[in-house]
Nanobody, 123 residues
Framework: QVQLVESGGGLVRPGESLRLDCKVS????????VAWFRQAPGKEREGVTCISRSDGDTSYAEAVKGRFTISQDKVKNTVSLQMNSLKPEDTAVYYC????????????????WGQGTQVTVAS
């Protein structure tokens, strides 16, 4: 059974940093894509970034380019999201998701999802 568990959310001030982790279990295929999505209150869910497990290819939403970095630890089967220079508009529930496709594309469906972790940026 595939499971994704997010951790690392919290409350930070504007300009501060936070790192989210997504622990993947029950999935060991060489080809996969792990993505981070977020959903703010009253807004639709949006793709933030993704990474291809096989070749490390990444993609970022324009709103986070230059501030967020996705990375993976294949040994620990964990995907991390380093978020720097956080803004109030980054406040959302952040979800990680996995799909068996090895192509890193944000604008498509993902098969498995975590339960989400809250990130709040406020002064």
């Amino acid at each position: 059974q595939v499971q994704l568990v997010e951790s690392g959310g919290g409350l930070v001030r504007p300009g501060e940093s936070l790192r989210l982790d997504c622990k993947v279990s029950g999935f060991t295929s060489y080809y996969a894509t792990v993505a981070w999505f977020r959903q703010a209150p009253g807004k639709e869910r949006e793709g933030v970034t993704c990474i291809s497990r096989s070749d490390g290819d990444t993609s970022y939403a324009e709103a986070v380019k230059g501030r967020f970095t996705i990375s993976q630890d294949k040994v620990k089967n964990t995907v991390s999201l380093q978020m720097n220079s956080l803004k109030p508009e980054d406040t959302a529930v952040y979800y990680c998701a996995l799909d068996p496709s090895g192509i890193c594309i944000l604008n498509r469906s993902y098969q498995w999802w975590g339960q989400g972790t809250q990130v709040t940026v406020a002064s």
